[in-house]
């Protein structure tokens, strides 16, 4: 460890889940995170792993539910219209209330679309995309280094909430190499105990792992378990990025790769003196809710301008954070096209920001 | 420092190794290093691109409009991509292949019959490392030593053989540019 290696992004994804501790994954080839599992049918059986390329996506997300069942790290990586085959079996996952992590590379929609980058799956994710009240804990990062930390820390907290995690991130972080370092490696035997998993009985009461109960009492006092969690969570592990939005005039609001390009745009145009910053949501859910309140509450602060690769689906939360309190503009690209800094900066100049 | 380069040619003419030799020596510099290919769903012909981007500071957008360094390999490569480079920036034609010529004068083009050199030196597809050998004599991306290096890293599965022919081919590219 410590040392500089330049890798291909959807290779990260693999190598950062060995080391989160994970020996098990379970997918289905899809462009463009098919470096992804044909890295992990390499290296997973070097490091006495397992990688079992399924014969459908539904098939992958139930080996999941019974990996995670048995208490074991697990993970599969997929791209958009191959999660929404999984959706059913990540909402049996979130109602029987098991740890895994899942990662959509994201790609043109809808539909088939295509293998360019894409953020269309955001309200699938966060919203999410499964039947009944659960959340996906959902952490996106902007380049390859952050790609690390967050799949390592998408494990922690899908064993400590007990909850499925997604790392959300589009085809362009699958498909760039970057220098990465992989400062963290877990211990095997430091992995939580997981006293709830069925793992055979052995003098002990028998677990049940399972997302079904016909009593509605009992359904709804699980559901409200299920809710106090998530309060917790939304207290706790919200993350973000502030940078240069303290004393903004306008503030770009943008996550994952549009956040990274965010971020150039703030360093052009501070060079230029103007007055802008970025808020980059890290944790899609839970949102960044209270630091947007709080941003929007600043006298100087103009406005808000959220950039995505969609239509405009962060966009909502974001109104719902600053409610009204200053105006929110939206710039959307699809289909693959991903804006330069210099097309933002244009979109920047040609609204009308208050007072200017 | 810090370089942006643009390499575009038909797939399998190498535009991607090209890149990826950049980054590799980038990297072994200690410098940060972005690559990010673009390619359709062939493994030859039709058109294959990547962008690199190296510097001693964090890379910021992986998108940008114009490039400082542009290497084209073919006649749609230069059509496309020889209004891109930036004003003062350099462009890298494979005149083996390339039969326009630019008429921009805010940049300079090198002109380097790729294919004709790399056949002196073994093999005509070691023409993308010809272009290699040019844009390091002009953009000096890293030391010759390191790009060597990275040359012999990529090519060690392929053979000695391999990996003299494209050092050969390194060195006719960095004297004629």
């Known amino acids: 460890m410590g040392e500089k290696i330049l890798m291909k992004g959807a290779e990260v994804l693999g190598e950062s889940a060995i080391k989160a501790g994970c020996r098990l994954f379970f997918g289905y080839p899809i462009t463009p995170q098919n470096e992804a599992p044909s890295y992990m049918a390499k290296r997973l059986p070097e490091v006495g792993g397992v990688f079992v390329q399924a014969e459908s ?33 990540i909402s049996y996952i979130a109602g029987a209330q098991l740890p895994v992590v899942l990662v959509n590379v994201m790609r043109g929609g809808p539909g088939l679309g295509n293998i360019g980058p894409a953020q269309g799956d955001y309200f699938q994710s966060v919203k999410p995309g499964g039947n009944g009240d659960y959340h ?3 952490l996106a990062p902007m380049n390859l280094q952050e790609q690390i930390d967050l799949i390592y820390d998408a494990f922690e907290l899908a064993d400590e909430y007990r909850n499925p995690a997604m790392v959300l991130t589009d085809g362009l972080l699958g498909q760039i190499m970057e220098a990465v370092e992989f400062h963290r490696e877990k211990d095997l035997a430091s ?10 009985i052995n003098h002990r009461k028998k677990n049940l792992v399972s997302s079904f109960d016909l009593d509605y ?5 699980i559901n409200h378990q299920i809710q106090d969690k998530y309060r917790i969570v939304k207290e706790k592990e919200v993350r973000y990025e502030s940078y240069f939005a303290d004393d903004a005039e306008v503030i770009l609001v943008a996550y994952g790769t549009t956040g990274r390009i965010c971020k150039a745009v703030v360093d052009i145009l501070r060079s230029e003196k103007y007055s802008v910053g970025l808020l980059r949501p890290i944790s899609l859910w839970p949102f960044p809710e209270k630091i947007l309140q709080q941003l929007a509450q600043k006298s100087t602060t103009k406005g808000f301008l959220v950039v995505e690769l969609s239509a405009g689906q962060m966009v909502e939360d974001v109104k719902i954070s600053v409610n009204g309190v200053k105006p929110v503009h939206f710039y959307g690209r699809m289909g693959g096209n991903v804006p330069s800094p210099k097309e933002i900066i244009d979109i920047i100049n040609t609204i009308h920001w208050e007072g200017k | 420092m810090e370089m942006e380069l643009l390499a575009a040619g038909f797939g399998g003419q190498g535009v991607l190794m090209i890149g990826q030799l950049v980054a590799l020596s980038a990297v072994d510099e200690n410098k940060y290093a972005l690559f990010f290919p673009s390619y359709g769903p062939a493994m030859r012909g039709g058109t294959a691109n990547c962008t690199v981007i190296i510097g001693d500071n964090p890379i910021g957008s992986p998108i940008l409009n114009e490039h400082e360094h542009i290497i084209v ?32 004068t805010d940049i300079q083009v090198h002109y380097i019959e790729a294919n004709d050199l790399a056949e002196k030196a073994g093999a005509n597809v070691a023409a993308n490392i010809v272009m290699l050998g040019g844009l390091l004599k002009i953009s000096q991306f890293s030391a010759y030593a390191v790009a060597e290096k990275s040359i012999q890293k990529k090519f060690a599965s392929k053979g000695e053989k391999v990996v003299q022919i494209n050092l050969s081919a390194l060195k006719a590219g960095f004297e004629k540019a």
């Open chain 1, 57 to 89: 996506e539904v098939a992958a997300i139930n080996m999941l539910y019974g990996a995670a069942a048995s208490g074991h790290r697990v993970m599969t990586s997929s791209s958009s219209p191959g999660i929404s085959l999984m959706q059913e079996g």
């Open chain 1, 136 to 138: 996906l804990i959902t």
């Open chain 1, 191 to 200: 992995l939580p105990a997981k006293p709830w998993a069925a793992t055979g």
């Open chain 1, 217 to 221: 009492d009992r359904l709804e006092a």
């Open chain 2, 73 to 104: 390999m073919n006649n749609p490569s230069f059509t496309k991509f020889e209004p891109l480079v930036k004003k003062g920036g350099h462009l890298y034609v494979n005149s083996s292949l390339v039969s326009e010529k630019s008429t921009r």
